[in-house]
């Protein structure tokens, strides 16, 4: 079990900051982030600097891991992709189960990613809210039992309020905006919030 665990959103997504964007997109529904959400990454991972992480988990859209890769180089550390981190697959977003960043691409632009990880949960679209949040305690179940000491997931807003509804027992008293982290503790069996969503950059 981690001793400590940051959920981060990932930073301004481009249809965001251009929703002409989607329009000709050659993936819809895997934007890449915008010049604010790119200096948003970069002050995370300034952030970061004076943490200790010991495992640096993401989410396999496009938008996450750039929002990972300069934590990841900063503190020289893996990437681990896992997709049951990723985006709820709502038929009412999306017209069909996204299309993401081809693992070609992933690995020819993200060199920090773990090549020996593999995912633990597989989604499938469509999801529910309930299969959502099946999905993200089943993830943390594969993996909090083997995996100790400090992390780090980098997903999206419900991948941070749903698995902190599930460690705590409550919501959280805000919303995670883009770019934002939340830190979480453990201690003597007990989950606890240490710090509300901030927006880091």
């Known amino acids: 079990m981690p001793q400590t665990l940051w959920l981060l959103r990932h930073g301004h997504r481009q249809d965001f900051a251009d929703p002409d964007w989607f329009l000709s997109a050659p993936r819809r529904y895997d934007p890449p982030l915008s010049d604010l959400g790119l ?73 920090q990613v773990d090549l020996s990880y593999q995912s633990q949960v597989a989604p499938q679209y469509p999801e529910t809210e309930t299969d959502l949040q099946r999905r993200l305690e089943t993830t943390w ?19 941070v ?8 027992g409550q919501d959280l008293p805000s919303a995670p905006a883009m770019g934002s982290a939340t830190s979480l503790t453990y201690r003597k069996g007990v989950w606890r919030l240490r710090e509300t969503p901030q927006e880091i950059g």
């Open 161 to 168: 309020t749903v698995l902190t509804r599930f460690l705590l």
């Open 39 to 111: 200096k948003q990454a970069q002050e995370l991972a300034a952030y970061f600097q004076s943490e200790t992480v010991d495992h640096l988990f993401c989410s396999p859209f496009l938008r996450t891991l750039q929002t990972a890769a300069p934590i990841a180089e900063g503190l020289g550390l893996k990437i681990k992709v896992e997709a049951g981190w990723g985006e709820w697959l709502n038929p009412d977003w999306m017209s069909e189960a996204p299309e993401t960043i081809s693992w070609e691409e992933i690995l020819a632009e993200f060199p």
């Open 141 to 159: 179940l594969a993996l909090a039992e083997d995996l100790t000491a400090a992390w780090v997931v980098v997903g999206h807003s419900l991948t």
